[in-house]
Protein backbone atom coordinates (compact mmCIF):
# COMPACT_ATOMS: atom_id res chain seq x y z
CA UNK A 1 0.00 0.00 0.00
CA UNK A 2 3.00 2.34 0.75
CA UNK A 3 4.53 1.88 -2.43
CA UNK A 4 1.21 3.13 -4.25
CA UNK A 5 0.51 5.66 -2.40
CA UNK A 6 4.36 7.27 -3.26
CA UNK A 7 4.02 6.22 -6.70
CA UNK A 8 0.88 7.84 -6.89
CA UNK A 9 2.44 10.92 -5.40
CA UNK A 10 5.12 10.57 -8.27
CA UNK A 11 2.90 10.81 -10.88
CA UNK A 12 0.95 13.54 -9.46
CA UNK A 13 3.25 15.91 -11.26
CA UNK A 14 2.19 15.00 -14.68
CA UNK A 15 -0.96 15.49 -14.59
CA UNK A 16 -0.25 19.27 -13.26
CA UNK A 17 0.18 22.52 -16.09
CA UNK A 18 1.18 26.14 -15.48
CA UNK A 19 -0.92 28.57 -16.66
CA UNK A 20 1.01 31.40 -18.32
CA UNK A 21 -0.29 34.00 -16.04
CA UNK A 22 -2.74 34.54 -13.06
CA UNK A 23 -4.72 37.43 -13.96
CA UNK A 24 -5.26 40.40 -16.38
CA UNK A 25 -7.58 43.47 -16.62
CA UNK A 26 -7.64 45.40 -19.74
CA UNK A 27 -9.39 47.00 -22.69
CA UNK A 28 -11.22 44.90 -26.09
CA UNK A 29 -11.80 46.94 -29.06
CA UNK A 30 -13.68 46.14 -32.01
CA UNK A 31 -17.10 45.39 -32.63
CA UNK A 32 -18.25 45.09 -29.06
CA UNK A 33 -15.84 47.54 -26.94
CA UNK A 34 -15.22 47.86 -23.46
CA UNK A 35 -13.18 46.34 -20.44
CA UNK A 36 -12.25 42.76 -19.61
CA UNK A 37 -10.83 40.46 -17.24
CA UNK A 38 -9.41 37.18 -17.33
CA UNK A 39 -8.37 34.96 -14.42
CA UNK A 40 -6.67 31.07 -14.67
CA UNK A 41 -7.26 28.55 -12.78
CA UNK A 42 -4.19 27.22 -10.66
CA UNK A 43 -2.20 24.84 -12.53
CA UNK A 44 -4.65 24.76 -15.64
CA UNK A 45 -4.61 26.05 -19.05
CA UNK A 46 -8.59 26.85 -18.47
CA UNK A 47 -9.56 30.83 -17.67
CA UNK A 48 -12.62 32.49 -16.97
CA UNK A 49 -13.41 35.89 -18.27
CA UNK A 50 -15.93 38.74 -17.75
CA UNK A 51 -16.01 41.81 -19.70
CA UNK A 52 -18.58 44.64 -20.00
CA UNK A 53 -19.20 46.22 -23.82
CA UNK A 54 -21.45 47.79 -26.01
CA UNK A 55 -21.74 47.10 -29.99
CA UNK A 56 -24.79 48.94 -31.78
CA UNK A 57 -27.33 46.09 -30.42
CA UNK A 58 -26.27 48.58 -26.81
CA UNK A 59 -24.78 47.55 -23.73
CA UNK A 60 -24.20 43.92 -22.02
CA UNK A 61 -21.88 41.86 -19.40
CA UNK A 62 -20.65 38.64 -20.70
CA UNK A 63 -18.90 35.57 -18.61
CA UNK A 64 -17.21 33.61 -20.76
CA UNK A 65 -14.93 29.78 -19.93
CA UNK A 66 -11.77 29.43 -22.18
CA UNK A 67 -9.59 26.51 -22.83
CA UNK A 68 -5.79 27.93 -23.70
CA UNK A 69 -3.30 25.65 -26.14
CA UNK A 70 0.45 26.52 -26.34
CA UNK A 71 1.19 27.34 -30.06
CA UNK A 72 4.54 26.76 -31.39
CA UNK A 73 5.83 24.72 -28.12
CA UNK A 74 5.86 28.32 -26.40
CA UNK A 75 3.80 29.45 -23.76
CA UNK A 76 3.86 32.68 -25.25
CA UNK A 77 1.60 32.13 -28.20
CA UNK A 78 -1.79 30.99 -26.86
CA UNK A 79 -4.80 29.35 -28.71
CA UNK A 80 -8.30 29.38 -26.75
CA UNK A 81 -11.75 28.70 -27.83
CA UNK A 82 -15.03 28.43 -25.63
CA UNK A 83 -18.52 29.88 -24.65
CA UNK A 84 -20.30 31.41 -22.36
CA UNK A 85 -23.82 33.58 -21.69
CA UNK A 86 -24.55 37.33 -22.32
CA UNK A 87 -26.98 39.46 -21.18
CA UNK A 88 -28.00 43.06 -21.41
CA UNK A 89 -29.14 45.33 -23.98
CA UNK A 90 -30.23 43.67 -27.44
CA UNK A 91 -32.06 46.47 -29.62
CA UNK A 92 -33.64 48.69 -26.67
CA UNK A 93 -34.50 45.36 -25.18
CA UNK A 94 -33.13 43.38 -21.88
CA UNK A 95 -32.24 39.96 -23.56
CA UNK A 96 -29.89 37.06 -22.81
CA UNK A 97 -28.15 34.51 -25.13
CA UNK A 98 -25.08 32.54 -25.76
CA UNK A 99 -21.85 33.26 -26.96
CA UNK A 100 -18.62 31.18 -28.54
CA UNK A 101 -15.16 32.42 -29.21
CA UNK A 102 -11.85 31.69 -30.55
CA UNK A 103 -8.77 33.24 -30.78
CA UNK A 104 -5.04 33.83 -30.73
CA UNK A 105 -3.09 35.62 -27.63
CA UNK A 106 0.54 37.02 -27.16
CA UNK A 107 2.39 37.47 -23.92
CA UNK A 108 5.30 39.62 -23.33
CA UNK A 109 7.49 38.26 -20.73
CA UNK A 110 9.75 41.32 -19.59
CA UNK A 111 6.23 43.80 -19.55
CA UNK A 112 3.28 42.41 -18.33
CA UNK A 113 1.18 43.08 -21.24
CA UNK A 114 -0.65 40.59 -23.45
CA UNK A 115 -2.66 40.71 -26.92
CA UNK A 116 -4.91 39.03 -27.91
CA UNK A 117 -7.16 38.92 -31.19
CA UNK A 118 -10.40 37.35 -30.95
CA UNK A 119 -13.84 36.24 -32.80
CA UNK A 120 -17.45 35.76 -30.77
CA UNK A 121 -20.40 35.24 -32.59
CA UNK A 122 -23.38 35.73 -30.61
CA UNK A 123 -26.96 34.53 -30.84
CA UNK A 124 -29.53 35.39 -28.23
CA UNK A 125 -32.42 33.21 -26.80
CA UNK A 126 -34.21 34.90 -24.39
CA UNK A 127 -36.61 37.80 -25.29
CA UNK A 128 -35.55 39.70 -28.22
CA UNK A 129 -34.11 36.38 -30.82
CA UNK A 130 -31.13 37.41 -32.83
CA UNK A 131 -27.70 36.71 -33.39
CA UNK A 132 -24.60 38.45 -34.93
CA UNK A 133 -21.71 36.55 -35.98
CA UNK A 134 -19.06 39.26 -36.91
CA UNK A 135 -17.93 40.39 -33.69
CA UNK A 136 -14.18 40.43 -33.75
CA UNK A 137 -11.62 42.25 -31.46
CA UNK A 138 -8.07 43.67 -30.12
CA UNK A 139 -7.91 42.81 -26.46
CA UNK A 140 -5.29 44.70 -25.13
CA UNK A 141 -4.58 43.55 -20.79
CA UNK A 142 -2.47 44.24 -18.02
CA UNK A 143 -0.96 41.11 -16.13
CA UNK A 144 -1.06 40.53 -12.20
CA UNK A 145 -1.27 39.01 -8.97
CA UNK A 146 -3.54 38.44 -6.77
Known amino acids: ???IIIFGILLLPLGLQAQPYEHS???R???TSGISYKGFFLHSMNAIEAGVGYNRHGLNISALFLIHKELFGD???LA???GGLFGGQWDEEFSIGLTAVGGVEYT????PLNFGLDWRPMMNVYRNFGYDF????LTVRYRFKL
Request: charged residues 20%; without cysteine; proline residues 0%.
Open 1 to 3: MKH
Open 134 to 137: LDFG
Open 25 to 27: AGV
Open 108 to 111: LRKT
Open 29 to 31: AGY
Open 80 to 82: YFG
Open 75 to 77: DQF
